[in-house]
């Protein structure tokens, strides 16, 4: 199992565990495929998003304060993928796989009123495997699609929340790219349309520092142009040079 050993983050804070879930590259950024076109042939829909994800958790890793990343994923060939980066990877108990890297996948269910969608069970999927080794830590989750990510501002938002049940919604403002628990604290995700408002209902207290890579999921290809203009990983820009090598 994957864990940093020393916790670099700043006095007194506790480190924080990150469940990324990762929907099958293949079947997942429909809306960015839709306002992209169609890229087959120069590269896959499936090698963008997975290069979406690589480059959000080489970002995720390498923050002060994430102790450890939990890849919570559907597609096996996917998640095998992503063993070069320092992250844990299991299955989300949805699509039939389930234990890997030495993890037992296990079943979603929930005791929680938000609603119900492939995404938030397969937090709760992880948010159970990462409380059973830690009770007491802060459990995050953190979109997969934040390809512009800073590890600097993922630290800050981790300050910023200071022990408080807390979000970070997107540039737009709807949605929600990072979602932290209180130590000990259940996670309690309501992750789908609408998720700001959402956690803000369910008491989880907006983070209000700038954060734009943070703020820069990529739903459409107009995010992409965004994030882009922030600056791409390394991966996602390999990819997308492609295209630009091409035509
Ligand atoms: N493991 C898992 N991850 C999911 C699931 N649904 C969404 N995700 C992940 O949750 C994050 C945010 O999801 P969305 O932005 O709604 O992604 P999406 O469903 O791939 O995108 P659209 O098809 O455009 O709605 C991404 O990291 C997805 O890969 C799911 O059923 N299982
Ligand atoms: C599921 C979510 O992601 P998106 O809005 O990017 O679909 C969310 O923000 O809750």
Not at 25 to 31: D, E, I
Not at 112 to 138: K, Q
Not at 151 to 169: D, K, M, S, T
């Amino acid at each position: 199992m994957t864990c940093r050993d020393v916790f670099s983050g700043k006095d007194g804070e506790v480190a924080v565990d990150l469940i990324v879930p990762l929907k099958r590259p293949s079947l997942g950024k429909s809306r960015l495929r839709e306002t992209l076109g169609h890229p087959e042939g120069r590269y896959s829909h499936a090698e963008l998003v997975l290069a979406l994800a690589f480059d959000t958790l080489r970002a995720a890793t390498a923050a002060p304060g994430v102790r450890r990343v939990l890849v919570v994923g559907s597609d096996p060939v996917a998640l095998a993928a992503l063993r070069e980066l320092d992250v844990d990877v299991v299955g989300d108990g949805i699509s039939g796989i389930s234990g890997i890297s030495g993890m037992s996948g296990m079943s979603g269910g929930s005791n929680d009123e938000g609603p119900e969608n492939g995404l938030n069970t397969a937090l709760r999927v992880g948010e159970r495997l990462l409380r059973a080794d830690d009770p007491g830590g802060v459990v995050g989750a953190l979109q997969a699609d934040l390809p512009a990510l800073r590890p600097g501002e993922l630290a800050e938002a981790l300050h910023e929340a200071r022990g408080r049940r807390a979000f970070v919604a997107d540039r737009h403002g709807t949605g929600t790219t990072l979602l932290l628990s209180s130590p000990g604290e259940p996670l309690r995700p309501r992750f789908g349309p609408g998720s700001a408002h959402a956690h803000t209902l369910s008491g989880a207290h907006p983070l209000a520092a700038g954060l734009p890579s943070l703020r820069g999921d990529v739903d459409t290809s107009g995010d992409l142009d965004h994030a882009r203009l922030l600056g791409l990983g390394d991966r996602t820009r390999a990819v997308l040079d492609r295209v630009c090598l091409l035509s």
